[in-house]
């Protein structure tokens, strides 16, 4: 058969186009045979047609999309086409080898495509930790996020666990809203506190069941919504009531990642049908290293989302604390990066010499009694390798040992099970400078210690002084009031972003390290447990991501008129960047020796308190972006591959990335001329006249300057510009590097702070 070279949808009656479409593919040449080997899915974007407004439906959108494709089935019989996406994306995803990709590429209609991609996914005590109550403030406020709607797209739940239940100790949850338009594939699944649960597996159906090993979809959704489940623990440690950030709210669950892939094209067509079911909220632990946006099939998704409404949270990714390593920067999306809390699950290890190493855990609560050899793999003068690898331990002896290992590929877990069976009897995880103060509370399969890289120097200092090095492990239980607090994760992504043109992200942090939540299955070892509510500590800006998610249910809960962008804003503008010792938050990474800076910490760490009642907001209306993307020389069919409509950049007022409207600002300073930025806040306090005022804590060697420094407001939704403008007064750093500051408007009842961010071009 001869492969079509145009393709031109002329809204036709749909038996028509069916017909032609037959027609073609049974009458035309032979159909050559397709090595199935070399066919891949691949998601396709095309131009929308003039008028396709006045789609007749579904099956008429669908048959558009296979009028691109050589044929509609595989020699084997499975359909070509997977996906006909009809909101988040104009397009669908299909089957296809690169040579018929490259043959669609000349059809009229066709933008860009790009083959699938795998997806990698990135509490009894947080909520309480991030400063929600049952007795006052926010909760109380907005009734736990009752009425609310969360859209999480992950690996699943496991049904009938107490977070996905109707709470015991809490009232009982209201029926799901009017505004519901999505339904339950398993009912299984569902009762009023999840009311959709549905998967997305290649075009495939089946029931969205976590898989019990991972458990990640359980954990996040637990975050972000579970309901409070009394004695909650992990094997006996931080015991509590376990509590989702916005325990009342409804949760639906969208399977889009299994034992087997975690693909983008399912993860979009789960983002199409959370919007078309009427979700609030979409929590979205995935990432994929960034790129243009317009390659970035999940962040034009997350686009048509925000345009609708919806408030995206995206984790920052976990390959910190390497610069320029952030994930998911969009800017209408939030991006969300990992801090620690204070809750310790303590391990203390006890050198011969007597000096004692405080670690973490999740080993269960008993002692090493006897005193064991210590033995590093890979230490100066022994033999094997670092990392407790299958083959770390050649030609070294460890039976009977205490192990000392670095962390290097894999879980902690399965460096543990190296060890155990090479015959140790103990695991110390010691941390590098890179990883820094960071330890985690893994439940383990043998006694274990994590520290953090003060103790490897101590650890390496004993053991260079003592040719027969000795320790003991003492396991202490859960304590409360580690200092400092909260600190930033090493593995949390770091900026600037080389994509977005300079806008400063993450946007924000939350809690991230050893969070408790739902899982599938009794973690840690021993015999198979029966079907249960269980718990288990996990780590990462996945678990990061749902605590932003909650608490923007929480918001909207409280104020129904905000806007995504507003809700951002608010978030933003009052987070925390001191910590509960009033000192500037810090970077584990570093030993926590030093502040983080704005591209770890993005605006501070979340204040959900403080966000209901910013003051003002820096407001962002979808068209916005579209003047911002045309302001980052993207081609017409790049912003329209985006917008999901056809974009003439030259008709529109495009504007610089640091112009657009965002709560924080962040700008590329040449060191001979000035740059001035404009802003917009609109007031949200309903009542009274309220004055504020600009206070710069500018960046070394830049001069800040707010024109008008003083902004009144007497009304709700009132608006005030001001220009800022920039210039270098002090010695200029060198090409690339950047000094940060702060920009408060000030009044006597709020405090709006935007961080600032300059880079010396």
């Given at each position: 058969?001869?492969?079509?070279?145009?393709s031109s949808f002329l809204f036709l009656p749909s038996t028509t186009i069916l017909f032609l479409l037959i027609f073609i593919d049974v009458h035309g040449q032979t159909l050559p045979i397709v090595d199935e080997k070399q066919v891949h899915t691949y998601i396709v974007h095309v131009r929308r047609p003039e008028g396709s407004d006045d789609f007749l439906g579904d099956e008429d959108r669908v048959t558009w999309h296979k009028s691109f494709l050589p044929n509609t089935t595989l020699d084997s019989g499975e359909p070509r086409l997977?996906?006909?996406?009809?909101?988040?994306?104009?397009?669908?995803?299909?089957?296809?080898t690169s040579d018929e990709v490259r043959d669609m590429e000349s059809m009229e209609g066709f933008l860009y495509a790009q083959q699938d991609e795998e997806l990698s996914p990135r509490t009894t005590y947080t909520p309480n930790f991030i400063g929600l109550s049952q007795w006052h403030g926010l909760w109380v406020d907005s009734f736990k996020g009752q009425g609310m709607i969360i859209g999480v797209i992950d690996s699943g739940i496991v049904p009938g666990h107490a977070s996905f239940l109707e709470s015991t100790v809490d009232k009982p949850m209201p029926p799901r809203p009017q505004k519901w338009k999505g339904k339950c594939q398993f009912k299984r699944f569902?009762?009023?506190?999840?009311?959709?649960?549905?998967?997305?597996?290649?075009?495939?159906?089946?029931?969205?069941?976590d898989p019990k090993k991972e458990g990640h979809g359980s954990h996040c959704a637990g975050i972000a919504a579970g309901s409070m489940v009394p004695d909650a623990d992990v094997r006996g440690m931080a015991k509590g009531t376990a509590s989702g950030v916005a325990p009342r709210a409804h949760l639906a669950i969208y399977q889009s990642c299994t034992k087997a892939s975690c693909a983008t094209s399912d993860t979009v067509k789960a983002m199409?049908?959370?919007?078309?079911?009427?979700?609030?909220?979409?929590?979205?632990?995935?990432?994929?290293?960034?790129?243009?946006?317009?390659?970035?099939?999940?962040?034009?998704a997350a686009f048509s989302a925000v345009s609708k409404g919806l408030v995206v949270c995206l984790p920052a990714g976990n390959s910190g604390p390497d610069i320029s390593s952030i994930e998911n920067d969009e800017p209408w999306a939030m991006t969300v990066g990992a801090s620690s809390h204070d809750r310790r699950v303590k391990a203390t290890v006890k050198l011969g010499n007597g000096t004692e190493l405080e670690g973490q855990t999740g080993y269960e609560l008993s002692t090493l009694n006897s005193s064991l050899p210590i033995v590093f793999p890979g230490f100066p003068g022994q033999n094997g390798t670092t990392g407790c690898l299958k083959d770390s331990f050649d030609n070294i002896d460890v039976k009977g040992k205490i192990v000392v290992c670095y962390i290097e590929k894999?879980?902690?877990?399965?460096?543990g099970k190296n060890v155990k069976a090479a015959g140790g009897k103990a695991m110390i995880i010691a941390n590098t400078f890179r990883e820094g103060s960071t330890t985690f509370s893994d439940v383990h399969v043998l006694p274990t210690a994590h520290v953090n890289d003060s103790g490897l120097s101590i650890l390496f200092e004993y053991m260079n002084s003592d040719p027969n090095p000795t320790a003991t492990i003492t396991f202490n239980g859960t304590f409360f009031g580690a200092r400092p607090s909260p600190t930033i994760a090493y593995f949390s992504s770091r900026g600037p972003s080389l994509i977005n043109g300079g806008i400063l992200k993450p946007d924000i942090v939350g809690p991230g390290v050893n969070v408790l939540s739902a899982f599938p299955v009794k973690p840690g070892p021993g015999p198979k447990a029966p079907p249960g509510s269980y718990f288990n500590f996990q780590s990462g800006t996945s678990m990061a991501t749902p605590h932003l998610a909650g608490v923007a249910a929480l918001l909207k809960c409280t104020h129904k008129n905000w806007s995504s962008a507003a809700i951002k804003s608010a978030i933003m503008t009052t987070a925390d960047r001191l910590d509960r010792d009033l000192k500037p938050i810090k970077d584990d990474y570093n030993g926590s020796s030093d502040p983080a800076d704005l591209f770890g910490l993005g605006a501070g760490q979340v204040n959900p308190q403080a966000a209901n009642d910013p003051g003002l907001v820096y407001d962002i209306k979808p068209f916005h972006y579209i003047q911002y993307l045309c302001g980052l020389g993207y081609s017409n069919d790049n912003v329209s591959i985006i917008a999901g409509r056809q974009i003439q950049c030259d008709n529109i007022n495009k504007i610089m990335p640091e112009d657009l409207n965002y709560p924080s600002i962040s700008v590329t300073l040449d060191p001979k001329t000035k740059k001035n930025i404009t802003r917009q806040l609109t007031n949200v306090v309903d009542g009274g006249t309220e004055v504020y005022h600009a206070v710069v804590e500018e960046p070394n060697g830049i001069s800040v300057d707010v024109s008008p420094n003083t902004l009144r407001f007497s009304k709700l939704d009132q608006k005030r510009k001001f220009t800022v403008e920039f210039e270098v007064t002090g010695v200029p750093l060198s090409k690339g590097e950047s000094a940060q500051g702060q920009l408060l408007w000030i009044s006597g009842k709020h405090e709006v702070r935007s961080p600032i961010s300059v880079t010396f071009a």
């Open positions: 058969m001869e492969r079509r070279k145009k997977v996906y006909s996406y009809r909101e988040v994306i104009s397009g669908f995803a299909a089957r296809l569902c009762n009023n506190k999840v009311i959709g649960a549905v998967s997305f597996q290649a075009g495939k159906s089946g029931p969205p069941r199409e049908q959370a919007i078309d079911d009427g979700v609030d909220v979409l929590s979205i632990s995935l990432g994929r290293s960034a790129r243009p946006f317009y390659k970035d099939t999940m962040g034009i894999g879980t902690f877990v399965e460096m």
